[in-house]
């Protein structure tokens, strides 16, 4: 089992996501709902440790 780096810097609702090799990704977080740059998908935390998550779409 690999271990991974990331590190994920917050500026109010925007997320910056950072790996080895620099920038990676940024999404919004506002409240419950989420969403990716990369992946393009939506999430929404649900109570407890469940989450629904869109598929995305990538071009």
Sequence with gaps: MPI???KAFRI???VLN???KGFSS???KIGRWSW???T???RYDLPGPFSW???GKRS
Excluded: V
């Design 4 to 6: 991974l780096f990331r």
């Design 12 to 14: 109010g609702p925007l």
């Design 18 to 20: 950072f790996t080895p």
């Design 26 to 28: 940024w999404g919004l």
């Design 36 to 38: 990716n740059s990369r």
């Design 40 to 42: 393009r998908a939506h």
């Design 53 to 55: 998550r869109s598929k």
